[in-house]
């Protein structure tokens, strides 16, 4: 299995895939954040209207924008390089190199998944330490407690939109494609976004994460949180079984 | 070391391969030849597990960790380099990843080491598969057209390598266009003709190829007069 999380780290460490999906994730956000900021400070007032709760140059504003932010780029961003992780093996053809292996292929799938869970917690601290550093820059000054709750939340909410998107792990394994598992991905957006419009609550749990974020953790209950968090072991649970179940007959 | 029982594997439409029954023993070196789409790679497939018989069996005497195989693709990420790509393949035959560079010096790979593998030739891509295939010392070995893109140079590195290892007593299974290639090694080669084995040729003959021509047309118009009957 160690060797397995070697193999994967290298891989998505040195793939432009992996590279491009982590500028995009934390670069992207921060530059959309610098965008909302600049625009509000010059009196903007078309995108104020549109910010909502981001229009404040306060920590509260600047949360407020990563949040809405994270929700919509954290399933795509997220799902994208998941879906490429398990895909690229059928498009690539190295899926025929998996096979007759010192370790399973079961196990190459959980290696898969763990790097790509340790990858969205490293993308979560950094969307974190560049919050921070971003609103000490802008001068919003010593964060309170309520602001130390939120960065925390926009780590949470960043985790569990990565855990979310494992359902994309499942598509691209079974239909062996990159573009149905990025269709998947593109799909949980439409589906947490309509999915909150439509206040469809805490107990949907593709659109769970976000309105817990928004709320500032007050209309969602702990365990419907738990619910997201079993949704993506039981995608995991599937994707391993697939795996090993794997045959090279199409 | 590998035994088919009977074993067959079709696909809709009909294609696929049926009744196959044969061994690999250690040591022996079994090519495979037919034309293309004869069932070779679905063959070979059943053998390393990526399909599964609907009839029949197939047995390995070894674990997969003593597998070594190149089937169409060679397991090696175009991100990599040749050193990194031969390093993870150690890795995932369970064996030290320091051997890659035993490895670069026995397929001549040193020159490409530090290269990325989508910089490559496709002959060295080739190289490169076969050395991840073998280099931990498997001892079974399934090859399939491993002389595929392969320049004269390296057929003959390829050819030391598989004559090198079954004297070292692994059982080695290679599909081949290359009557001639196998000839060579090979001390046993199967003929195979519409998804089933129609038993061996003897490389001892003159014409080869006049061999190989005559046995499949002789299989296919037995086929066509048993069709014929069933009709009537």
């Not at chain 1, 925390?152 to 494609?177: C, E, F, I, K, Q």
């Not at chain 2, 029954?21 to 063959?43: R, Y």
Request: with cysteine; glycine share 10%.
């Amino acid at each position: 299995m160690n060797a397995a999380v070697r193999v994967e780290t290298l891989k998505l460490t040195r793939s432009p895939v992996g590279v491009i999906g982590t500028i995009a994730l934390v670069a992207g956000t921060f530059a959309l954040l610098g965008g909302i900021t600049a625009a509000v400070a010059q009196g903007n007032p078309d995108l104020t209207a549109k910010a909502g709760p981001a229009a404040e140059l306060t920590w509260h504003g600047l949360i407020s924008g990563a949040v809405q932010i994270t929700v919509a780029a954290g399933f795509l961003g997220f799902g994208v390089v998941l879906a490429w992780i398990f895909a690229r093996e059928f498009t690539d053809g190295t899926i025929t190199g998996l096979f007759a292996l010192a370790i399973s292929r079961q196990r190459i799938a959980l290696a898969k998944l763990t790097v790509y869970a340790l990858w969205v917690a490293m993308v979560s601290l950094a969307l974190m330490v560049g919050l921070l550093a971003m609103g000490l820059v802008l001068g919003y000054g010593a964060p309170d407690a309520d602001t130390w709750v939120g960065l925390g939340r926009v780590g949470v909410l960043a985790l569990l939109t990565g855990a979310l998107a494992v359902p994309v792990a499942w598509v691209a394994t079974l239909s062996r494609s990159l573009l149905a598992g990025v269709g998947t991905a593109i799909g949980l957006v439409i589906i947490a976004q309509v999915g909150a419009l439509a206040g469809a609550g805490g107990w949907m749990p593709f659109a769970a994460p976000a309105l817990w974020a928004m709320s500032n953790g007050t209309v969602v209950t702990f365990a419907q949180l738990a619910v997201c968090v079993g949704l993506a072991l039981v995608s995991a649970w599937l994707v391993c079984g697939s795996w090993s179940r794997l045959q090279l007959d199409r | 070391m590998l035994a088919f029982e009977q074993v067959e594997r079709l696909f809709p439409g009909g294609a696929g391969v049926t009744d196959l029954t044969f061994h690999v023993e250690p040591g022996e070196i079994v090519a495979l030849i037919g034309l293309n789409g004869a069932g070779k790679t679905t063959l070979m497939r059943l053998a390393l597990g990526m399909l599964r018989p609907q009839r029949g069996t197939v047995r390995l005497s070894v674990p997969w960790a003593e597998v070594g195989a190149l089937i169409e693709v060679p397991l090696a990420y175009p991100e990599l380099t040749v050193g990194e790509n031969l390093r993870i393949a150690c890795l995932l035959h369970g064996c030290d990843p320091q051997r890659a560079q035993e490895s670069l010096i026995a397929w001549q790979l040193e020159p490409l080491a530090d290269r990325r593998f989508r910089h490559l030739s496709l002959g060295n891509r080739q190289r490169v598969g076969l050395a991840a295939a073998v280099q931990h010392d498997p001892t079974l070995i399934v090859l399939d057209e491993p002389s595929n893109a392969l320049d004269p140079a390296s057929v003959l590195l390829l050819r030391e390598q598989v004559l090198h290892r079954a004297r070292l007593g692994a059982a080695i299974l290679v599909s081949s266009h290359h009557l001639d290639e196998v000839s060579r090694i090979a001390d046993r080669v199967l003929l195979m003709n519409r998804g089933r084995l129609i038993g061996e040729l003897d490389t001892g003959g003159q014409d080869l190829e006049q061999t190989f021509f005559a046995r499949i047309h002789e299989d296919d118009d037995r086929r066509l007069a048993t069709a014929a009957g069933v009709g009537r």
